[in-house]
Nanobody, 120 residues
């Protein structure tokens, strides 16, 4: 089975930084796309950032200039560096991956979510 293991969430003051990590439990043959979504209380889940296997990135307007998505192929992982955090960034953040793996073929799934709270 494939698992996406998330880490790096927590409580941070406004203006602070966090780095989220999402690591796949199996070796990735090819990345189609990996991304981060978030869901705040009372709101719909929204796309924050994504990265394709070719390295193309995109960001929600609300996080451009503050967040950076990146990959680490050796660790089968994707990261989200979050700087200049604001209270409105508070949400549960979910990793999503669309992958090809050698033993299972195509996989599309979600991590369990990690809480990010920005508050003084």
């Amino acid at each position: 089975q494939v698992q996406l293991v998330e880490s790096g969430g927590g409580l941070v003051q406004p203006g602070g930084s966090l780095r989220l990590s999402c690591a796949a439990s199996v070796r990735i043959f090819r990345i189609n796309v990996m991304g981060w979504y978030r869901q705040a209380p009372g709101k719909e889940r929204e796309l924050v950032s994504s990265i394709t296997g070719g390295g193309r990135t995109n960001y929600a307007d609300s996080v451009k200039g503050r967040f950076t998505i990146s990959r680490d192929n050796a660790n089968n992982a994707v990261y989200l560096q979050m700087n200049s955090l604001k209270p409105e960034d508070t949400a549960v953040y979910y990793c999503n991956a669309d992958l090809l793996v050698a033993s299972l073929g195509r996989y599309n799934g979600w991590g369990q979510g990690t809480q990010v709270t920005v508050s003084s």
